[in-house]
Structure formats: C-alpha cells, structure tokens
C-alpha cells in the first residue's frame, strides 16, 4: 500500500469526484469498466482537478442494486477486476496524489451473502442473530417504506426460517442486527480489511437505519449514534486520525447534525436539501429556497465538513421538500412521467437544465463555491445526458462518454455487450458529448470546470470559510462572503436569464479593489455606498476581498530570512 | 604591493588617522553604523579574545562607519584598544532602507578597512559585526586561528541557527553560491569573517571591485577567493542574535537585496563561475553544531498563500521571465493543501536559474523581477517546512545538501543559457 501522509482533514479542501467502476473505463473490453480501465483514465481525473475519488460498491454482489446488495465485502465484484487490480489502481491514484473513498454498506447485505444464507436457514447457526428477524411484520410499524414504488412493507416472510426479516430497502437486501455485538464486530473488521490496503475512507451508506427501536421511526436513534462513534474511534486510534467517513442520511439538516456528533462521528455528511434548492432557485430565479435551507442548517463542528453534490447516481431525491415543493420540481424538471423516481427525478444534470451550459456554469459556481466539499458526479462535467427509459436509475449510470470512437470510447467490446448502452441521442449522444472534443474547446463546459475547480483551489476560503449571505435588493442575485482567517471571498451570481444589477453592502470593505478570480481583472474600489454590479443572464462573479494590509502579516521566516 | 604593508592611497582623513599607529600582527575590523547599544559589548569581547587566545600579538582595532549619529565611534574609542576610525562613502539610498547586513556602503566600508589593515601590516584580519549581541570571546579564534597557523585565506562563520531560520540563505543562496564557484558555504552572507593578507592583497589590487552601493561584496570575494584557489574554510560559532534598529527586516527588500546581489555578481564576474563544475566541502574550524528544531512559529498557510497570490499576480510578469516550461511546471504545482504543498528541487534550481537569467538579460525592470521572485520563494519555503518540520534535524540537512545538489546537477542549463 501507499498513502501519503497530509492533513487529518484533507476532506475540507477537496473536491470529490463519484464514479461508477463499471462505467468509467473498460480495460479488458468485457464491456463492464473496470479498475483496469480507471487507472488508465487516473490522468484525466488529475487534470480536471479533482482531489478524492468516490467508487460507488465494487464489492462481489448479485447486482440487483448495482452493488449496494453486498454478497462479500471482501472481494472485488470479478467484473471489476481482482484485488490485485483494486490495489494497483490504489496505489496508482495516490502516486498522483488523489485520495481514494469507496462506498460501504454497513446497514444490510444481499440475501446472497453467506451470512444470511446461514441466518435464514440455521436459527442455530453463528449468523442467526446476524439479521433482525420476528414472528409478526407488524413490529417498528412506525418506519416509513423508502422504495414506495417497490416495496409495500419493511418486512418479508423468509419460509427456511419460518419469521420475518426486516429490511428498509428492497427484500432482497436484508439488514443486519447490530444490536448483536458481533456484527459490529465484522463490521469493523470489513473496515479494517480496506483501510490496511490505503484506502482513505468510507461512504457509509444508510447510516440512519442501523438500530430498531420499537415506537419510533427506526431512523436517527441514539443507539445508531453509539455504534457510529465507536466506529470512528476505532478506525481513528488504528490509521492516525487522516481517514475519513462521510455519512449518507437523506435527512433535514438538523437531523443530520447528530451524525457529525462533537466531532467524533462523521467527518462529513451530505447535505441532501440544498440540491433541490439549487434547482428550484434556478427556475424561480430567486435566491429565497437556498438562503432559506442554510438558514435551517446548523453550525457543525469545525473539523466536520458538508457533502455538496447537484447530482449523483440515484434519483434527485426529493425527500427533503415539502408536497408543494415537490410539485412545482415535478412540473419544472420531469413534465415526463417516466422521469419520475420514487420521490425524485431521474435524471443527470445537463439534461435537467436542458442543457443550458450558462446555467449548468451556474450551478457549478454554486457547488464549488457554497459552504462544503464539491461532489461531482462522473460525467457531468462534460454534460452528459441520461437514458430515462433504461429503468430503475441506470439511465443516469451509461457509459462515459470518452471520445466519437466505437462505444465512446468506453469499451472495444461489441455494442451489444455493454452492461449499458452508450447516450446516442442527437443532443447528448458520445457523438456531440465527449471528453476529447471538449479538451479541444477553450469554451467548454470541460474547459470551464477545470477553471473552476483550479480557482477554487486560489483560496481556502471556498472549503474552510464562514457563509454570510447578503441581501440586496433584486431577489434573483444571490450574494455570499465566504470568509477563512484573512481571506474573504465574494460570490455574486445571477439566478435569472436576464441581465441583471445589484447593489452590494459591502461597506465593512470600503477602500478594497475586489479582484475577479477567474479573470484576475481588479475591479473598481468598494466605497461606503452600496457597490453596483450587473451581471449577465445567470452569470456570475468571484471576487477576492484584500485588505491594502493583508500582505503586511508576518511569514515567521522575516528576521531571521538571510 | 610591499612586503607585508600595501602601498595604498588612502583618503586624507584615513592618512592622519594612521599617523603614530604602529604596524600590527592582527587587525580587527568592526563596521557600524548607530550600533550606541550594542558596539560596547563587541568591544569587549574583542579585548576579551585578543587576551585570550592572541594575547602575544599586536592588535589594531579597524572601525569604519557610516555616519553613525548616535556615538557609535567614540564608544570604540572608550574600549581603550589601539583604534583606526575611517569614515567612507554612504550612499543616500542606503541610509534610507539600511540593508539587511546594517551598514550602508559595506562594500566601501570592506574596502577601506581592508586597506588600512594592510597598510598596518596585518597578517590577519578578522572582521566582526557591530550589532550582534550573542559574540564570545571563542569567536575571534575560530576565525583567525585557521588563518594565522593554517594558511587559510577566507574563514567565512557558520552559526548555530534554527533550522527554519535564514531561509534565504538555505534555500537560495547556498545552493547557487556552491553550484556557481565549487564550494559547499552553508552561510555565504554571514556578515563576519577572517581574511588572509595574500586575500586582502589580491582583493585589493582588484580593478572590479565591486562599486559602492551595491550588495556584492562578500560574494565577490567568495568567488574570487574560490576561483583563484585560496584556502577557504568555515568557522562554526555560536548561535548570532543581532540587536539592530536600522536593518531592513522586509522580506521583499531583503529577498532583493541578497538575491540580486548575487545576480549581480554572476553577471558581472561570469569569469569567477562558468568554468566551474563540482563542488567542495570546505575545512571546518570548530565543532559543527546542529540546527535547532525547537517549534517555530511558521505561517505555512501565508507562505503558500503568498505563492498563491503570486500566481494570481504575476503570472503576466513571469511569462517575460521564466522559460515556457518552468513556468507551466510552477503552474501546475497543487497549492489546494498547504499541508502537503511541494517544489521539486530541479524545478526549483530552474527558477532561480531563469531569474537570473532574466536579471543578466535585463528582461524586465530589475527591481520587479528580483520582488516577483519574493512569492516563488515564500513557496520553496513553504515546501520546505511541509517536508521536513515532521522530521529530525538530520533529515533538513540531507534537504538542504539535495537543492545545492539539484542546482549543481542543473548548471549545464544555466551556462547553456548564459552565453
């Protein structure tokens, strides 16, 4: 293994990148990506900027949901790769200096795995109490059913074992007991197992739903916390404090706020309602719905760190909006029913703007630039389209689109062997989106990501700093300081498609000449007076705020420098 | 030159000075400049050494100042050593911003004192500054001793510093003065040293000697010494705190002060290093000590900030400057975690390479190039304490020898250019 020693909290400054093994790179032309194929494309990942890979399951899995039905947490899915293959792909990322964070059930398994296999037909066996198993389905009746459109309850009649097991997913992914000591137990040694080959963290998946209690929404309970943190204690006391976890709990902020704990819980959690918000502010072209949602998002502890992310591998949730809500994003971004998921919309991001590269600029500025680390989702970055017809979410999961070659240059199988087909649509097929053709164009959204996220990096303000949101006049202008020690950042941005002013109080820093970022170009001087700038439609502005005397502060290298 | 006295013509006031002073086996050079506070204690320690250590030799104190309005020279006088006061040229600019050694017109003021000495007859001079406040009497043996009995002809001090102190000197000026003229100085701009009359001599029969005004003259004579093969050693003394109200300490204007100085030198002596490939540790005097590691209260975030601001600022500026590739290369250098920021040694040994390039050429403004060059600094030193503040004392020296061996590895790319 190889890991470079940095900072305990690596997670604040970077910016994360989710990827699909199968869908990145196939290297072996199986038609399925593999680890293989990721190494070869680790060079682009570097050059677009990113700092820490998000694998979505690799792990041995039936696949019935894309490999979040774990069937052995030991071993790298055989149309992935090996370990070996997982391993040289490890290694390879940190020698080019990016961080590696796979994702993690922890909650349930696949029927599959031998665990439950033993459980379901042996109550004798040692994996008996491995799952939570009654005689009635009517126990911990108040636990919501999540998969409305799958499942009808939480519970199935499992006939080996003559009881029901509970599950909050889908049936076939039953969850595991951790009221039995040994499961956390196994759990932790599933941990230990990656951790020791360098890995740098976990995306624990479901963390909400580890304990059941009855009388309550089986969601959030205090005994969830406990085994959470005795997770993290462990892991921090055995690998020095730099691995991270990263929670996923599809909840309201301040029901996500315990998961940070006092630090000693999660490094980082998603930040689930602000997603929506984004989208729903970019089609009333106000800012109120993402000012409202930090308004209700509690402080958290310094080293803990939010997960941004416009899209990502499910649908775009809609859980945490109210029915009103949910009703205008239906009618604004899935007029098709077919685009409907559950509670969410399956679709990617360029397509859910319709394509609308100034606005996908936009809500990229605001990804990179709100109070949080970056997630971007493999793909979007050179605005990929979706598949809405393939079922499920796999029309968000199809191939990267690489290059106008064969399969996009994704794989030199036969088309007919993809796990997925490639996008061919007139719009958003491989022919008229693909890495190659952007990296030939300045003005591409490739182009302009790359100049994101490298500007993002000019301060550490945008991962580290305080928000204070302003408030000009002209609603559809949303205007943030992100402040950091010395440094202050300032983003104006235009949520509507017509040019817009706005009056800025920026009084507390009159006598500063704000420096655009992207452009370096120093503006005029900030005077008492509210500072006019117009913006064009939903264009936007990073400015450095520099006191004359910021340069004066000491290096600790001044007296003693020849 | 005469045996053992320089016919030199000195200034009408330096002659009468001289009047009734008997010739002598030592002399003491101490140059100031409103150094009231702290010229006492060197005196002292001047006599103390003398009677220690050369306590059978004749000894002449040598004091040259640059208009000190503060007494300076008559608290020498109060010392009760046999004295030469001299007063040489200051040049307006200096006065202004003293520079970082403390005295304007150093270079004048090495000269004249370097020529009463000989005038004198001393077989040795060694030359100590006026504001450091942390001298011992052992001092003026380390320095001498090697060029009395040893037939050393430039005793340069190596103090015993903090690791992360003199990153200038670590992390520029070492390196290039061993690439340039061959010779391993840990502290080339040391301020203090002890001199050979067979040096002095051929320093003072010099028709380049450097103008006065300029920050050149110690490295002129480390590389004249170099190049014609004197005998150059090192002296390991004590620790050096320096008790000064007049020293520039603005890092721009000392960055530009010591690095273009020796810009300067390699432009205007390119005789002194282009032949020269390799380098040599030099003779040690002295017990060398190792370099603190007590924690230091160091900005790394700032530093890297300061780098940062310099992409953002002066990118323009440096495309003039830097060679396509190097410039891309410190581009593309990761400031996005302080905590693990890093500058190769290679890249590094090129920057400093084309800055000095840029400096010969006089591609830009001068003084813009020499301060565009602070923010890459503040960068190499960032990386610098990134790599080694973890790590024991032995793992910063090995640091240190690798960038003097990049730059000595890279001076083909330098020379190729230079021509």
Sequence with gaps: MSRKPGARDWYKDAVFYEIHIKAFMDGNGDGVGDFVGLTERLDYLVELGVDCLWILPMYASPLRDDGYDIADFYAVHPAYGTLADFQKFLDAAHARDLRVITDLVVNHTSDAHPWFQASRSDPASPYADYYVWSATDRRYADARVIFVDAEKSNWTWEPGRRAYYWHRFFSH???????????????????????????????????????????????????????????????????????????????????????????????????????????????????????????????????????????????????????????????????????????????????????????????????????????????????MGDNVYLGDRNGVRTPMQWSSDRNAGFSTAEEGKLYLPVITDPVYGYQAVNVAAQARQPASLLATMKRLIAARRTSPGFGRGAVAFLRPRNQKILAYLRRYGRETVLIVANLSSAPQPAELDLAEFAGIRPVEILGGTVFPPIQAAPYFVSLGPHGFYWFRLERPGDADEPYGIESTAI | MTDGTQDLALPPDVERELDGVAPCEIAVGVLTYNNATTVSAVAAVVRAGLERHFASASTVLINADAGSGDGTPDLLVAAGLPLVRVRHATPFAQRLAVPFHGVPGRGAALRLTFAVARRLGARGLVLLEADVTSAADEWLERLLRPVLEQKADLVVPVYARHRYDGTITNLVLAPLVRALFGRRLHQPLAGAGAFSARLLDRLLADPGWPASGHHQTDLWIEGTASADAFAVWEAWL????????????????????????????????????????????????????????????????RMVGGFRRGLRDLSALWEHILAPETLGDVLSLDTASPARFGFPDELWARVVYDFALGHHYNVVYRDHLLRSFVPLYLGRTAAFVVATRDRDVGAVESHLDAVGAAFELHKGYLVERWR
């Design chain 2, 238 to 301: 004590g620790p050096r705190r320096a008790e000064s109200r007049t020293r520039t300490s603005d890092l721009p204007t000392m960055v530009a002060q010591a690095v273009g100085g020796l810009f300067g030198v390699m432009s205007r002596y390119d005789d002194l290093w282009l032949e020269v490939r390799g380098s040599e540790p030099v003779p040690v005097a002295g017990v060398p000590v190792t370099p603190s590691g007590e924690p230091a209260a160091l900005d790394v975030d």
């Design chain 1, 173 to 383: 992914q039953p969850d595991l007991n951790y009221d039995n000591p040994a499961v956390s137990r196994a759990m932790l040694d599933v941990m230990r197992f990656w951790l020791d080959r360098g890995l740098d963290g976990f995306r624990c998946d479901a963390v909400p739903y580890l304990v059941e209690r009855e009388g309550t929404s089986c969601e959030n309970l205090p005994e969830t916390h406990a085994l959470l943190k005795e997770f993290r204690a462990v892991i921090d006391r055995e690998y020095g404090g730099d691995r991270m976890l990263l929670a996923e709990a599809n909840q309201w902020p301040e029901d996500v706020r315990p998961y940070f704990g006092d630090g000693d819980e999660f490094h980082m959690a998603f930040h689930f309602p602000l997603m929506p918000r984004l989208y729903m502010a970019l089609r009333l072209e106000e800012r109120r719905p993402i000012v409202d949602i930090y308004t209700h998002t509690p402080p958290i502890p310094p080293a803990c760190q939010w997960g941004l992310f416009l899209r990502n591998h499910d649908e775009l949730t809609l859980e945490m909006v109210t029915n009103e809500e949910r009703a205008f994003m239906y009618y604004a971004y899935a007029q098709d029913p077919e685009m409907k998921l559950n509670l969410g919309i399956r679709r990617r991001l360029a397509p859910l703007l319709d394509n609308d590269l100034r606005r996908i600029e936009l809500l990229n500025c605001l990804l990179l630039t709100l109070p949080g680390s970056p997630i971007i989702y493999y793909g979007d970055e050179i605005g």
